[in-house]
Structures are given as C-alpha cells and as structure tokens.
C-alpha cells in the first residue's frame, strides 16, 4: 500500500490505521504484510463500504481534513469499488 507523503510520518507513528481506497478489486488481504520505507503494513481488515460510508469522521480518522481533501486523494484511477482497509505499522521488518 502506497500512502500520500503527508501521511506516511502519521501512519509509521501509529496515529493512522484506517485508509480509503478506491480499487476495481481488493489489492490487499487480511493478514498481508506490504512494504513501507522503514516497516511493514499489516492489514487487519478489509471492507466494501459504499461512498455514504465515508463520513468527515472517517476522513479524519484516515488523516485527511475531511471528505473532500479524501477524495482528491483517493479517487483516481478506474477504481469503483470502495475499501475501507484497517491495518498497523510494523517497524524494522522489510520485504525482501
């Protein structure tokens, strides 16, 4: 998983653990490690919500402003489908 420079500081602290993403297909699974910079991003969850789903409250919690700083982010591509993906930092561990 790929996270905007912004947040990556955020995100290795451990204050982000929740992301939005718009995918034609789930990119991820529960219980996958995926590299970043000095870590590992571990998915704990993975589900399909519906665009009402993405509230100012779940923004926030994704670290962005609100609603609409979310969706310039996260709404390129062909991805139709959205994923709200919960996951943690795992420090010092890379993929080879």
């Excluded at 100012?56 to 962005?64: D, K, N, Q, W």
């Excluded at 930092?89 to 890379?94: L, R």
Aim: glycine share 10%; with cysteine.
């Amino acid at each position: 998983m790929v996270f905007t420079k912004r947040l990556r500081k955020r995100v290795r602290s451990g204050e982000i653990t929740c992301s939005v993403r718009f995918w034609l297909s789930a990119r991820v699974t529960v219980g996958g490690r995926y590299p970043m910079e000095d870590g590992q991003i571990e998915v704990d969850s993975l589900e399909l919500i519906g665009l009402p789903a993405v509230t100012p409250e779940l923004a926030r919690e994704s670290g962005f402003l609100g609603v609409l700083d979310l969706l310039k982010v996260a709404r390129h591509g062909k991805g139709e489908r959205i994923y709200l993906v919960r996951f943690h930092f795992v420090p010092g561990e890379k993929l080879v």
